[in-house]
């Protein structure tokens, strides 16, 4: 395991660095852009002033936003402010006072050290009150809403020097385009409730303990009849800018005895677009499959639809089984940060036994949460698990949420588990306290918007009077309605102009879409059979797209029952393209390659071109299986 660890810190690397060269190489062509569209008069101040506002960049003094909170110039405080307010896209979480150190609180060491460890600055409970106030005016002239996430107060017998919060600032959105995008994809075995507590979370009502809450999220009438989801499914969660959960304010009444469940269920949900009108941020929940039969789009969900965090659904009754472990094992190997709900408990295994289930015996329960933390705590998986109980451990989590904490754990991360009950509603509260404050990825210099525009297109519809959607993540720049674009490759790797006839995001018409957004477009020109998924639309720029037939990547098998050898054929999954590929050749020096070996391997399609981009992760699958590697050279 030591030996997956040290390969997907190098394919990070590696993709990192790729990532990195790509930006630097697209913005320049996005400059280059823009000059020959302004007939090369661009006015040659303008990169003076962004050198000197680098400069002045570079000269701020070191004081942080929290310094700024404590004393500092009011002026200065809203500026700094106004800035992290952009760059978080509309929100920003700032802690106050002397917290204690999240290895301490999370992770700590036997003995507990002591004095308590702590990060940040400590204050009285008269200095936090002032500073407060001084982020509360600062607040009020950017017309940003300030929230209470939760505050501590030390008893008298505790080593802590004071008081301490988190505090969560966030603008109103001004439309759509604004709204921030949190994308959740929801895995675990089949029946562990994952559609069951989709439902309860958007629609704030409980579970009846027989399906009630699901219904409405599915998309055949044979899901329905099973009970199972078989396809990627969309659902989500609006939060308003003072934190509260966008959801029916009263729920249809449903004891009419001859109402089909799913009209009720319909009746008490709100349209998407009434959400985003009253939202601020988002919450995505892309619902993934969790029969076997239905892993491979499971597996197209996890790398297509480009989700920020993965939340594993473990029914109590059942725990860790089956395809828990394989959506697990994928989640790791994209290094997706994860987070986990322990469906149908009503009470805390660790700490009463005795407490109300909601389905669970509690030996059952107790099996299952000690076998979570196992693996867990396992040298493959090297996270900490957080039971969650109180709202300071949900804004802990989510704000640390992918990160290594440092201390006796090294490179661990945090791990949240939520013990829920859909029908009793036990601990939700606290589940949509961590998804409130969950950060973006549009944060990260992931999407980056200064470059040519690309989107990588998951799902196509032929919708009636409008002709051909296709939807999916715009992975960098931006797009306007009918802005000229190029879709493909095509079956013989050319591509095609069109242009973006109208664009939706969230069911709710806007005028443009920004990197790291996921939207639909309407285009022009082009039959539903011209598009497939794993297509891309590119900006039209003066070097065209290739399309590629061959490429190298780095590569590790992470389970295979016998070897590996040239001419060997898996399906591949690289973001949202999903075609078998053919070995053509790899450089070990025993000519084949087994379980837990690395190599660089020559890949082929089979079928037709794709456009893939160096830095890529990779994901090859074949029964039982599994090969991770990123793409590091194009070949043609």
């Known amino acids: 395991m030591t030996t997956l660890k040290s390969f997907q810190a190098e394919i990070e690397q590696i993709s990192h660095d790729k990532h990195l060269q790509a930006i630097k190489d697209a913005r320049e062509a996005h400059a280059a852009a823009e000059l020959a569209k302004h007939?090369?008069?661009?006015?040659?101040?303008?990169?003076?002033?962004?050198?000197?506002?680098h400069e002045a960049h570079e000269e701020e003094p070191e004081a942080t936003l929290e310094d700024l909170i404590i004393q500092g110039d009011a002026e200065e405080l809203r500026a700094r402010l106004a800035s992290a307010l952009l760059r978080g896209?509309?929100?920003?979480?700032?802690?106050?006072?002397?917290?204690?150190s999240p290895a301490f609180s999370y992770n700590p060491t036997n003995p507990p050290e002591t004095p308590t460890p702590t990060t940040g600055n400590a204050l009285s409970p008269s200095d936090l009150t002032s500073a407060l106030d001084r982020l509360r005016q600062a607040c009020a002239a950017l017309n940003a809403e300030l929230n209470e996430m939760y505050r501590i107060d030390p008893a008298s017998e505790s080593d802590l020097p004071g008081p301490y919060g988190c505090w969560l600032v966030r603008l109103t959105p001004r439309g759509v385009e604004e709204i921030m995008e949190v994308r959740v994809a929801v895995v675990g075995n089949v029946d562990a409730g994952k559609s069951t507590t989709l439902g309860v979370l958007t629609r704030g009502g409980l579970d009846d303990g027989r399906g009630k809450a699901r219904v409405a999220l599915f998309r055949h009438p044979h899901e329905i009849e099973t009970g199972r989801t078989s396809s990627v499914g969309g659902e989500i969660l609006g939060f308003s800018p003072t934190g509260q959960p966008v959801i029916p304010s009263q729920h249809a009444d449903?004891?009419?005895?001859?109402?089909?469940?799913?009209?009720?269920?319909?009746?008490?949900?709100?349209?998407?677009?009434?959400?985003?009108?009253?939202?601020?941020?988002?919450?995505?929940f892309i619902d993934l499959a969790g029969h076997e039969r239905y892993f491979k789009t499971t597996l197209y969900g996890l790398s297509g639809c480009a989700p920020d965090y993965v939340m594993l659904m473990v029914g109590g009754n059942a725990g860790l089984i089956g395809m828990s472990k394989e959506h697990l094992g994928v989640a790791l190997a994209l290094n997706v940060p994860i987070a986990v709900c322990v469906t149908k408990a009503s009470g805390h295994a660790r700490t009463s036994l005795t407490a109300q289930i909601d389905m669970t015996p509690p030996n059952i329960l107790e099996q299952t949460?000690?076998?979570?933390?196992?693996?867990l705590r396992s040298p493959g998986c090297r996270r900490i698990p957080v039971f969650v109980d109180t709202a300071q451990q949900a804004v802990d989590c989510a704000r640390l949420l992918g990160k290594p904490i440092g201390g006796p754990a090294g490179t661990a991360q945090l791990c949240p588990i939520f013990m829920v009950s859909n029908v009793t509603g036990h601990n939700l509260p606290m589940l949509r306290t961590f998804l409130n404050v969950l950060p973006s990825s549009q944060s990260d210099d992931k999407y980056v918007v200064d470059a040519p525009f690309e989107f990588q297109i998951s799902d196509v519809f032929s919708v009636p009077f409008v002709g051909t959607v296709v939807s999916g993540v715009i992975?960098?720049?931006?797009?306007?309605?009918?802005?000229?674009?190029?879709?493909?490759?095509?079956?013989?790797?050319?591509?095609?102009?069109?242009?973006?006839?109208?664009?939706?995001?969230?069911?709710?018409?806007v005028n443009s879409g920004e990197a790291g957004q996921s939207v639909s477009f309407a285009l022009k020109r082009i039959r539903r059979t011209q598009v497939r998924k794993g297509m891309v639309l590119i900006g039209r720029t003066d070097t065209p797209p290739k399309a590629v037939r061959r490429f190298e990547g780095m590569v590790m098998v992470l389970h295979h029952a016998s070897t590996i050898q040239p001419k060997y054929q898996a399906m591949m999954h690289c973001g949202a393209i999903r075609q078998t590929v053919r070995i053509v050749?790899?450089?070990?020096?025993?000519?084949?390659?087994?379980?837990?070996?690395?190599?660089?391997?020559?890949?082929?399609?089979?079928?037709h071109t794709e456009f893939i981009k160096e830095g890529q992760l990779i994901l090859l699958r074949e029964a039982k299986t599994k090969v991770l590697g990123v793409v590091t050279r194009i070949l043609g």
Do not use: Y
């Not at 896209?89 to 204690?100: K, R």
């Not at 089909?260 to 995505?284: M, Q, T």
């Not at 084949?592 to 190599?599: A, F, P, W, Y």
């Open 475 to 509: 992975t960098s720049g931006t797009v306007h309605a009918n802005d000229a674009v190029l879709l493909g490759p095509d079956s013989v790797g050319q591509f095609m102009p069109t242009a973006v006839k109208t664009i939706q995001r969230k069911r709710a018409s």
């Open 39 to 53: 007939h090369g008069k661009l006015p040659p101040k303008k990169e003076a002033v962004i050198e000197e506002k």
């Open 254 to 284: 449903t004891t009419d005895p001859h109402g089909h469940p799913l009209a009720a269920a319909k009746r008490e949900k709100l349209g998407w677009e009434e959400i985003c009108k009253r939202a601020a941020k988002v919450i995505s």
């Open 369 to 375: 949460v000690n076998m979570l933390v196992k693996v």
């Open 89 to 100: 896209h509309g929100e920003v979480l700032i802690p106050l006072g002397a917290h204690p």
């Open 585 to 607: 050749s790899l450089d070990h020096p025993s000519g084949l390659i087994r379980t837990g070996d690395r190599s660089k391997v020559v890949f082929e399609f089979l079928s």
